[in-house]
Structures are given as C-alpha cells and as structure tokens.
C-alpha cells in the first residue's frame, strides 16, 4: 500500500509488556486527507463514519486499546504500562487463559499484523478481561463498562460482513455484560467502593466526552434494552429509577446550556420510551 493510501503507521515510542517484557511498537491510526467521513450518532452514543472512495471504511475503534502481541494483555493505552505491581501475578497466572479464550471466540485475531475489525473486537475482549488485574484507583469497572460496549459495536460490524457465524448474538451477549458493568461502576461509586477520578473521557466512542451524564443515560438505555426481564416487578423497579434519574440529571422539560444538545435529545427519547413500558404519563 502506498503512503497515501495508508490509514495507520507505527508508533515511534516502545511500549515494553508489563506482564511478560515483550517489546512492540503501537499501530496509530493517522488522520486527515479525507480518512474519517462521520455519519450519524446512534442512541448508544456510537459514531458511524461512512465509507470514503479513497480509503474505504474506517474503524478508530480498532486501534485504541494496546495489546501485546505476545500474552495478549490488554488496556487502554494511559494504563497499559502501568499495571500495579500486585495484578502482574493475575497477569501471569491467566496468561494462558486468555490467549485461549480470545482465540476461540476470534479465531483470526492477531496483534502481530495491521489491525482489523476482529483483532479491534478482540483487543477490547481483552481489556474487558485484563482489567481485572487493576486496583481500584484506576476505577476499572467504568472502563470494562466501555470496553465491553465498543467490543459490542465491532462484533455488530463483523456480524453485517460475515453474517451467519453468530456474531450477532454475541453482541448482544457483551451488551449485556456492559449494562451490568454500567450500573456496577456506578453504585461502586456512589458507595465509595471505586473511585471514577481516573476517567478523563467517558466515551464512550472516539469523537466526543459525554462524561459522567453520558454514563448515567448508558446506564439506563442499557438496562432498558438488555436488562433482565425474568422478575417483572424488579424490572419495573430498575426503570423506575432509571427513569427518575435520567429526568434529575438532564431536567427534562427545561431548557439547559450546560448539557450537550443530542444527549439532551436521546435522553427525552429514552425517558419516553422508558415511560412507555412502564404504561406511566406525566400528565
């Protein structure tokens, strides 16, 4: 491929492996020249990019968790060198498993070559997981919540490319794993189990901070699509008070400078729909 044709490049900087001392460059996504075409926002706060003649699609997601391309440990980028001392023998001890696993659900993925959707999908599989090898001061549950739910997105990506392999069904399984760790990073800090001071961009895609307000609104879009439904009173219990937050954080039905306008809007969307359910008005 031709420099001009390139969507990625090597890192200058080594990155070393904190859990088995491998050394390996990071592969950047580059920018400019017409790469990155952005279509429209879904309601779970993803963005869609469209096709670009020159380039085809591209997907920023893919390269933003790093990975060593020999015992596949995995975090996001500002965490990955420094794991705390006691979680390096979790590292170690799992290492095997890991590997394993990733590569049965991924069979093709591999750290070793230009990223993919698949390595992209796997690489945050692999956060999801290694990111229990973290102390809470790093407030690892909000970033599995994260993970999980850009590992969602690119398995939805390779499910409309390769349909038929249950990718589909997949996806939804990692969302709602992502609904739990939503609602768990949150109740963790609200107790004071974990602290969310080391997030400086809630996502949860590339293009924009929704912050703590975006959480709070995944949290309960989340619950709503992919929470439990076996208890119907519990169930309608959780959307109850998802609906009373949503409604106290955004102040629905007043106008408000402070919050960014489209979260504004979808969460409108998702208060209604949660009262629909629920068979309430606000009359």
């Not at 996504?29 to 990019?49: K, M, P, V």
């Not at 799992?94 to 698949?118: H, M, N």
Request: aromatic share 10%; charged share 30%.
């Amino acid at each position: 491929m031709t420099d001009d044709l390139k969507i990625s490049y090597q890192s200058k900087e080594e990155y070393r492996c904190p859990n088995c001392d491998t050394a390996f460059h990071r592969e950047e996504l580059l920018s400019g020249s017409g790469r990155l075409i952005a279509g429209r926002i879904t309601d779970e706060l993803h963005r869609l990019y469209e096709p670009s003649a020159k380039f085809g699609v591209i997907y920023p997601l893919v390269y933003q968790a790093t990975v060593c391309p020999e015992c596949m440990f995995a975090a996001m980028d500002k965490d990955f060198m420094n794991l705390p001392g006691q979680g390096r023998a979790k590292a170690m001890s799992d290492r095997q498993g890991r590997i394993e696993e990733t590569r049965r659900i991924l069979p093709s993925a591999d750290f070793t070559k230009p990223r993919d959707l698949v390595s992209g999908a796997a690489s945050f599989y692999l956060v999801l997981r290694c990111y229990d090898y973290y102390t809470r001061e790093f407030s690892p549950t909000m970033k599995q919540a994260i993970a999980a739910l850009r590992c969602s997105w690119l398995l939805e990506e390779i499910n409309s490319k390769y349909p038929g392999y249950h990718y589909d069904w997949l996806s939804v399984l990692v969302k709602k794993k992502s609904a739990f760790l939503y609602n768990e990073a949150i109740l963790k800090e609200q107790t004071g189990k974990e602290t969310l001071s080391a997030i400086k961009n809630f996502g949860p895609d590339t293009d924009k901070n929704y912050s703590y307000e975006g959480a709070l609104y995944l949290s309960a879009l989340l619950k709503l699509k992919f929470g439990q439904r076996e208890d119907p009173a519990k169930r309608a219990e959780e959307l109850g008070a998802a609906k009373r937050t949503i409604a106290k954080i955004f102040g629905l039905g007043k106008s408000s400078k402070s919050k960014p306008g489209p979260l504004l809007e979808m969460a409108r969307d998702l208060y209604e729909s949660i009262n629909k359910e629920l068979n309430e008005t606000d009359e």
